[in-house]
């Protein structure tokens, strides 16, 4: 199998950006929590080091595959609080139950990431099985990216950069601008704990982007407080505060996905019978 990469031009302007098409926790967001979760994966894959730069490197292909895959969109997110049954507690991880009631398009309206993620690690759980490389840096480096997804709180909400609520733009000064001018800090800061089995990878994938979805108002609230604070400008003292306000919450998030990652790519492994690579 040959591994196939397609890189994009990275639009800036926002304005002429689609809303699906903006770069969840930007690049380097991403490309720091897939390099993250190799500092805590078990003795047992310490193999994957040597895939460790591809995997990183393209941790960021399924935002750029966007432009060419109609499909993929919808793989970056879940309107979870969309839903009634998620919000009086009765939520089914069925996706065919929800198309039944909501019908298709609905249902790819409102996103289909937590699928999306646990088809993709049944791919990796395939590609160790057979311990095919080109398939798991593929597999790799996808999951990587709809984990950290999913530990972005405006990928798992209705309100999403802030277009129920006038915020418009908060997702790209969020994840983009404020996360890129406090990288160093973040990277410092992000730690995590060792990596464990998932014995219920759905229920696993569904709580952390539930999580998720309880974060998103913190991070709109911060973005009022901090534009009214900065006489309704987005300046310097405006992503000061909006850092002040978020700067917890955003290491936290970063970090429990590098851990979940992590995790993942163990449980995958361990699934597929704990697959012994050769050496080069």
Not at 62 to 88: C, M, T, V, W
Not at 199 to 225: H, Q, R, V, W
Not at 251 to 276: C, H
């Amino acid at each position: 199998m040959k591994l196939k990469y397609v890189t994009v031009l990275l639009i800036s302007a926002l304005n002429f950006i689609p809303t699906s098409n903006i770069l969840p926790w930007g690049d380097k967001g991403h490309k720091l929590t897939t390099s993250k979760a190799f500092e805590c994966l078990p003795n047992e894959l310490s193999f994957m080091f040597r895939w460790k730069k591809d995997i990183v490197e393209h941790s960021i292909d399924p935002d750029h595959r966007k432009k060419g895959d109609n499909s993929e969109a919808s793989k970056h997110f879940i309107d979870i609080d969309y839903y009634q049954e998620f919000l009086n507690g009765s939520f089914t991880l069925n996706k065919d139950s929800l198309k039944n009631k909501y019908g298709e398009k609905v249902f790819l309206e409102q996103g289909i990431l937590p699928w999306a993620t646990e088809n993709t690690l049944e791919d990796l759980t395939k590609a160790f099985r057979q311990m095919d490389t080109a398939a798991i840096k593929l597999y790799a480096s996808d999951l990587a990216h709809y984990v950290a997804d999913g530990f972005q709180p405006q990928h798992a909400t209705v309100n999403y950069n802030g277009k129920l609520t006038g915020q418009k733009g908060i997702h790209f000064r969020y994840e983009i601008d404020m996360l890129d001018s406090n990288l160093a800090q973040i990277e410092k800061e992000v730690r995590p704990e060792g990596a464990f089995y998932v014995a219920n990878p759905e229920g696993y994938i569904f709580s952390y982007i539930e999580g998720s979805d309880i974060f998103a108002e913190t991070i709109l609230s911060a973005d009022k407080a901090a534009y009214k604070a900065s006489g309704e400008k987005y300046d310097g003292k405006y992503y000061k505060l909006l850092w002040f306000r978020t700067k917890y919450l955003t290491i936290q998030q970063i970090d429990s996905a590098a851990r979940a990652l992590a995790s993942l790519y163990y449980t995958a492994w361990f699934n597929a019978g704990k697959p012994v690579a050769q050496s080069n």
